[in-house]
């Protein structure tokens, strides 16, 4: 019985890490025009029209960052994103690609 408990507690320690947050830091609106980083827009289409940013940045949408990737073309980049799920996401899709996500933006 404790044999199962522990294998209980193991199994769901490891499907809740894989939920993690992300590592890279929170930037603040005025950070992001101090940077030198590219800033990546991972929001949807209607979201980032509706909620435009006027700084200089790649837009794709997380749901076409893998068919798009190759537009891509720094190792260091800020995510704008509209939450941390979404933040999670890409950054775990770039850092599997070797792009390195220094920070991001909830919008």
Known sequence: MHVFIL??????SV???S???????PFR?????????L???VRDYIEAH???LNVGQC???LAYLKRNFSEINQKELILLASSLREVSVAERF???????????HIV
């Open 29 to 37: 609106p005025s950070q992001l025009h101090e940077n030198d980083k």
């Open 39 to 41: 800033l990546l827009d």
């Open 50 to 52: 509706q909620h435009p």
């Open 19 to 25: 939920k993690r947050h992300p590592k890279s830091i």
């Open 94 to 104: 770039l850092q599997r690609k070797s792009v390195r996500v220094v920070g991001y």
């Open 15 to 17: 499907l809740y890490s």
């Open 59 to 61: 837009h794709i949408p």
């Open 7 to 12: 294998f209980l507690i193991i199994l769901f």
